[in-house]
């Protein structure tokens, strides 16, 4: 099993930032791949970016694309994302996803975060 624990999300202005962490503990040996999904009312949940731990390759949603980084230490198995220039709809709770060899793609996921962007 693999726990995530997320911290960092809030309320922001239009145009502020925020930066979220997602901790990995337990068998963290196997994860290969950590990002963040979201999902706000009354839409489908949306890939957001994500890292792979061996090359370092990130992939980014188009809609954040140049606005989010996302960035992580393999050594304390945690990811980090850095939002600037937020908008009103990145609001959304966000959650913090990983991928293990054992267990698979986007197997397991943290309690979530709300992130509130107001105009």
């Known amino acids: 099993q693999v726990q995530l624990v997320e911290s960092g999300g809030g309320s922001v202005q239009a145009g502020g930032s925020l930066r979220l962490s997602c901790a990995a503990s337990?068998?963290?040996?196997?994860?290969?791949?950590m990002g963040w999904f979201r999902q706000a009312p009354g839409k489908e949940r949306e890939s957001v970016a994500f890292?792979?731990?061996?090359?370092?390759?990130?992939d980014y949603a188009d809609s954040v694309t140049g606005r989010f980084t996302i960035s992580g230490d393999n050594a304390k198995n945690t990811v980090y994302l850095q939002m600037n220039s937020l908008k009103p709809e990145d609001t959304a709770v966000y959650y913090c996803?990983?991928?293990?060899?054992?267990?698979?793609?986007?197997?397991?996921w943290g309690q979530g975060t709300q992130v509130t962007v107001s105009s």
């Open positions: 996803v990983t991928s293990t060899h054992e267990k698979g793609p986007n197997a397991y």
């Open positions: 890292i792979t731990w061996s090359t370092g390759s990130t």
């Open positions: 337990g068998r963290t040996f196997s994860i290969y791949r």
